[in-house]
């Protein structure tokens, strides 16, 4: 029976502190539960620092050399525990199997010594109580070698990927704190030295707690693993390791068989991977069980996006079905507008999501640089050290982009998951597979909707023959009522006598010729707008296009209840251009000048033209309607924008009137001062020079009208 004595030492007080800390830090990291990569890590390091402080604290030989052995049996796991994280971490697994093995087989041999003989160990009596003292001469220095090589194996693969130039700065930053913890770490090999008659106090458990430390910051800081994923593994090892270990020994132990127990020992160690690996795969199905079921719905969306044509409906689906089977806390989309040269946002849920999001991200954004630098899923952590990180990406947990070939077409923003959870690298692969069936789709929609718009603009072509046919066939009659109303006037109006019935036939026919006048010029109008033009810019009043335009719109204006106003100067210069396209450009103005004053009570619209400089003579045509704001301001000129409903308009507008006038080498803006303050649209066309005499002869030439 085994006298056990304890007595108080104060040597043993900084490895109890030093375990204790140990465990502090583990659970707030299990309380916290963050988004954590994780490191199953320093498993005998902390069985080494508290082993040594009971070792401390007894006055009795065998207990001692209980404690000593248990320790040093801890120190032996350190070295292949290492060596099997970092090939985990880095990817190496299937590289360095055989390796893994023999370690484990090497360090069942070494554990067998120290538990059953003196040979590596035993214990010795110091001034600040019992500590190891090395055995055979032989036997220890080859374990050290072998614990050195095996450490050193593991450190070289970490400071080898973090010189890799393809590796994320993120995952640099990881494998920089797990270099700097194990440096710190492996510091305390110093214990070892009173193992060979040096006397001093062993305080390489410091070196250790400090490696402890910088990995507890680093996996509750910067995700190094699911803390869940990893505590279930680190149990079934430790159970499966036990088993494979702890009956041996415990064998070995009570029958003092060395050579039966060990070869028990190396039988379990072969079949303990196989159990592990199948205790670990069941006990992630349980706990992923809720994972691997919206990734199969993120699955099952990729496969049937293809189906829908509506961009808006798409982008709507995605936001949607991410936000309800993920459960992040929001979701968003960004797609790429050429001709502002911003991605901008344009769905997003929930809708208290807008306040955090920037509604314009410029193509030269640090974003965008890394999107297309990375070409893959990122975690926001990856880009919290990029020069100018902005809030969007700091409440952001995942950003995914959406490539064709080499063309970003726009990116998702992920808020984090509800559970507090991270996103894993299954999720991230998930993510990859929907970010290409997203860019298909969104392909898919922009070639349906210039489909739709091709036809939209074929029709419009139709019905403009087809207006300018009927406008001549109204102007016909048109003709013979204005004739036959003068006939009769002069006919009628000589047989009436009474002053007063002759006034009042009179006031019956000039009303009647007056409402003629009034149909004709908008029939004029209307025939002038619809005929074939030439696609040759050709000398114009400026004037001209506006009288036709007013010629049409007036009427509108009225029946709308919209006070209309103009000012007009005389005797502009010329310019060169196509009449019915600026007339065109005026009546997209107006269409969305009419929009914007719905549930406005007093309705204004006023059109302007002025001669800014000797180069330049300008159009602005204002309302007081609902406005724009300084981000829309941006963007309302690009294609497939629009503030209206999706019934309404497709945005294309705004987008053919700029490019019209384009193509009159002119310029066309918009300014607001804001939402429910009003717009103005302006167009401003170069003056017409080096006139020839023969163009002011030439007649304007017909031709075929371009939309």
């Not at 498993?43 to 040093?72: N, Q, R, S």
């Not at 393809?166 to 070892?192: C, E, H, M, T």
């Not at 603009?457 to 048109?478: G, T, W």
Request: include cysteine; charge should be positive; proline fraction near 3%.
């Amino acid at each position: 029976m085994i006298n056990i004595m304890y007595q108080f030492s104060p040597y043993a007080i900084p490895n109890f502190v030093v375990s204790l800390w140990a465990f502090v830090v583990g659970a707030i990291i299990l309380f916290k539960r963050k988004e954590t990569l994780a490191y199953l890590t320093y498993f005998g390091a902390v069985a080494w620092i508290f082993g040594c402080g009971m070792a401390y604290l007894t006055t009795d030989y065998e207990t001692a050399k209980f404690w000593l052995k248990l320790v040093f049996s801890g120190i032996t796991l350190i070295a292949p525990f290492f060596y099997h994280f970092v090939t985990i971490f880095l990817g190496l697994i299937k590289e360095k199997k055989l390796v893994l093995i023999l370690n484990y087989l090497i360090s069942i041999i070494f554990i067998s010594l120290i538990v059953f003989t003196d040979l590596l160990i035993y214990p010795e009596r110091h001034w600040w109580g019992f500590y190891p003292k090395a055995g055979n001469l032989i036997i220890h220095p080859v374990f050290l070698l072998w614990f050195g090589i095996t450490y050193f194996r593991g450190f070289y693969n970490l400071f080898t990927a973090a010189k890799q130039e393809n590796i994320s700065p993120v995952r640099k930053l990881q494998i920089k704190y797990l270099l700097w913890s194990y440096l710190f770490a492996i510091l305390g090999a110093i214990d070892f030295l009173p193992d060979y008659g040096i006397e001093f106090y062993p305080f390489g458990y410091l070196f250790v707690g400090i490696g402890f430390t910088i990995i507890a910051y680093a996996i509750l800081r910067h995700h190094l693993l699911d803390i869940n994923i990893a505590l279930t593994r680190a149990g079934i090892f430790a159970f499966v390791y036990l088993f494979v270990l702890g009956i041996p020994l415990w064998i070995g132990y009570t029958t003092k068989a060395w050579f039966p127990s060990t070869g028990l020992a190396i039988l379990f160690a072969t079949l303990g991977p196989f159990i592990y690996q199948r205790l670990r795969k069941r006990a992630e199905d349980v706990i992923l069980k809720e994972q691997k079921r919206y990734q199969r719905a993120l699955l099952d969306l990729s496969k049937t996006m293809s189906r829908i044509r509506d961009l808006d409906k798409l982008l709507r689906a995605i936001v949607l079905t991410v936000v309800d089977t993920v459960k992040v806390s929001f979701a968003a989309i960004y797609l790429k507008d050429e001709e502002s040269k911003f991605y901008q946002l344009k769905h997003y849920f929930p809708k208290e999501a807008k306040s955090r999001l920037q509604e314009f991200i410029p193509f030269d954004s640090e974003l965008i640089k890394a999107f297309n630098a990375e070409r893959r899923p990122l975690l926001s952590e990856e880009l919290k050290y990029l020069p100018t990180s902005s809030a969007y990406i700091r409440d952001s947990g995942l950003l995914i982009p959406c490539f064709i070939e080499d063309e970003l077409l726009g990116f998702m923003l992920l808020g984090p998951k509800l559970n507090n959870q991270l996103y894993t690298s299954d999720d991230i692969l998930v993510f990859e597979t929907l970010s290409y069936s997203t860019s298909l789709a969104i392909e898919n929609c922009r070639f349906w909707q210039e489909i739709e718009e091709r036809q939209r603009q074929a029709r419009i072509m139709e019905m403009d023959l087809f207006s300018y046919s009927l406008a001549h066939e109204i102007e016909n009659p048109m003709t013979i009522i204005l004739n036959q109303t003068y006939f009769l006037k002069q006919y009628l109006l000589k047989y009436i006598t009474d002053q007063k019935e002759y006034k009042e036939a009179e006031s019956a026919f000039n009303y009647i010729l007056e409402a003629r006048e009034r149909v004709s010029s908008m029939v004029e109008a209307i025939a002038d707008f619809g005929k074939e033009t030439s696609t040759q810019l050709k000398l114009l009043r400026l004037e001209e296009a506006i009288e036709s335009y007013l010629k049409l719109y007036l009427p509108i204006f009225k029946h709308q209840g919209i006070y209309f106003s103009k000012q007009l100067p005389t005797d502009t210069p010329l310019i060169r251009g196509v009449k019915q396209e600026i007339m065109q450009v005026l009546a997209i103005f107006s269409d969305n000048a009419i929009h914007a004053l719905l549930g406005t009570k007093e309705k204004h619209i006023s059109l302007r033209e002025e001669l800014p400089n000797q180069d330049v003579i300008s159009i602005s045509l204002s309302d007081n309607g609902y406005g724009i704001s300084q981000e829309k301001l941006r963007t309302i000129f690009a294609a497939f924008v629009t503030s209206k409903a999706s019934t309404e308009g497709r945005g294309m507008g705004l987008y053919n009137a700029r490019k019209l006038i384009q193509r009159h080498k002119g310029r066309l803006w918009a300014e607001s001062e804001g939402e429910g303050k009003g717009a103005t649209f302006f167009i401003e066309l170069p003056i017409a020079k080096n006139i020839s005499e023969e163009e002011l002869k030439q007649e304007k030439a017909r031709g075929k009208r371009l939309f």
